[in-house]
């Protein structure tokens, strides 16, 4: 988060995906992949360290994310609904397929079901049919398009 703060400011970035799960206790152990919301396209980055920063590029500001304190400070998480939809529809983003699908089964029974419905319902019509199948499919259908 701290490059991608340098990179776009202190408001812009999210923390998302694999790693917005681990954030709301989806996945318990450490992961060395970084997924970041930011407004631009931007290349993958490998650390020093060994882990590796992935962006993905979207208008962060239609997302649901809720400002997380750190030890650095604030930053913004995807909301536990929307790193729910997002490991669903994209669960290779950040290369640990498994790993996400594991976790977005966990994050099911964190999520608040009007706050799900709203995040679905704000997708497209191709991807909220996908969303809502994927929960069906766990046993959660609950999720209803609005009329």
Do not use: C
Not at 57 to 75: F, H
Not at 105 to 116: E, Y
């Amino acid at each position: 988060m701290a490059y991608a703060t340098a990179a776009y400011g202190d408001t812009v970035p999210i923390l998302a995906g694999i790693l917005a799960a681990r954030h709301w206790h989806a996945i318990p152990r450490a992961i060395a992949v970084t997924v970041i919301v930011v407004p631009e396209q931007h290349r993958p980055v490998t650390l020093a360290t060994g882990g590796r920063v992935v962006f993905t590029q979207r208008d962060t500001i239609k997302i649901d994310a809720v400002p997380v304190t750190v030890g650095l400070g604030v930053m913004r998480v995807t909301g536990i609904e929307q790193t729910l939809v997002d490991l669903i529809t994209r669960p290779d983003l950040g290369g640990l397929p498994a790993e996400a699908r594991a976790a977005a089964a966990s994050l099911i029974a964190q999520a608040n079901t009007d706050r799900l419905a709203s995040v679905v319902n704000a997708l497209p019509t191709t991807t909220a049919t996908k969303v809502r199948a994927w929960l069906a499919e766990q046993g959660n259908a609950g999720v209803r398009s609005q009329p």
